[in-house]
């Protein structure tokens, strides 16, 4: 049995859960046992969902090393063959902890800690084992070869079409900003990004799905897409996409859909500056630096990108080439391997 430990609420999204999930699904393929182990009971409706076994710990996401005592009962009780973890709070006493009951392993897409621990994982595309200078874990998977994305994102058939009208809008499943609605609002005062047509992504957290819900009865060129399971085919049905940073950029790629991306969390600063600075897509801003700046540019530059069917063709086949899909794959064979 594997252990996953991740978490999802309205403050963090469903990021965390969504990529633990494609590794869970690789898993099973591999013929593993999975068992995700949760802070407290938001992500309890997907995972039942998605038929996974779960633990919920009734605890503090931000404050992991409060959860230990009860955790150590269960590893003790259950011994699980590896422990996964995926989130920014866990420390290197809470691995340290855990490691004395199984293996461990855990996602740091951050670049920032370097915790022992048996397999460290950091998928982002400038990722490398030069990032790690203490070399503290006993590997290392580093690289746009270990994005965890969904078996549906693997060999995507996609077409650029000549006329570009369909526009994937997604913010983050919270979007505490509301910035799916900001740009919605600006898009539509805009007299030729409002002749398009707009798919906006958004969660069930979202506080503002009233808003979003008002401004598609508002306008026949707006649809609101609500906990999407079949991303993928969204993704291919669309023509154009505007995105935050974050793994939504990686699902894109592989699809080969041409996006812009902007930021408002520094966690996904490095990897929009990445994309844009490599002329993979075209960066419009960071929302807590630029704020409307950035969503007056974005309007613009989408228009721009749906117009110019060249760019859009060679901006799909370099997205393609980045990101293949199989990186969850990839993960879990290295995590079943370490299991043996």
């Not at 709070?89 to 340290?96: G, H, K, Q, V, W």
């Not at 008002?214 to 609101?224: G, K, P, R, S």
């Not at 859909?257 to 490599?278: D, H, I, M, R």
Request: include cysteine; charged fraction near 20%.
């Amino acid at each position: 049995m594997i252990w996953i430990r991740g978490d999802a609420n309205k403050d963090i999204g469903m990021g965390h859960v969504m990529r633990c999930l494609a590794v869970a699904e690789a898993l099973r393929d591999l013929g593993q046992e999975v068992c995700f182990v949760v802070a407290s009971e938001d992500a309890v409706p997907l995972l039942q969902t998605k038929g996974y076994p779960f633990i919920v710990l009734y605890a503090d996401y931000r404050h992991p090393e409060m959860e230990l005592p009860r955790l150590e009962e269960l590893l003790a009780t259950h011994k699980p063959a590896l422990f996964l973890a995926d989130g920014y709070f866990f420390t290197s006493a809470y691995y340290e902890t855990v490691s004395k009951y199984t293996k461990v392993a855990c996602f740091d897409d951050l670049g920032q800690a370097d915790p022992q621990v048996d397999l460290l994982i950091n998928y982002n595309i400038y990722a490398s084992e030069d990032c790690y200078k203490e070399h503290n874990a006993k590997k290392y998977l580093c690289g746009a070869a270990f994005v965890p994305l969904r078996k549906e994102f693997s060999h995507v058939p996609y077409q650029v079409c000549e006329k570009a009208t369909k526009v994937l809008l997604t913010t983050g499943g919270a979007d505490k900003y509301n910035l799916a609605g900001q740009i919605l609002e600006e898009a539509m005062g805009h007299p030729e990004a409002s002749k398009l047509e707009y798919y906006v992504v958004s969660g069930r957290a979202n506080h503002h799905l009233p808003s979003l819900q008002a401004l598609e009865n508002m306008h026949e060129n707006i649809t609101l897409c609500v906990a999407v399971e079949q991303m993928a085919e969204l993704m291919k049905s669309c023509d154009v996409a505007m995105t935050a940073g974050g793994s939504t950029i990686y699902e894109l790629s592989a699809v080969g859909v041409p996006f812009l991306c902007f930021s408002f969390a520094e966690n996904q600063q490095k990897l929009v500056e990445t994309y844009g600075a490599n002329h993979w897509t075209d960066y419009a801003g960071n929302y807590l630096t630029d704020g409307n700046v950035m969503i007056t540019d974005l309007t613009k530059k989408i228009v721009t990108l749906a117009s110019d069917f060249k760019h859009r063709k060679q901006l799909s086949e370099t997205l393609r080439g980045l990101v293949d899909g199989n990186g969850a794959m990839r993960i879990a064979q290295a995590l079943t391997t370490l299991c043996k």
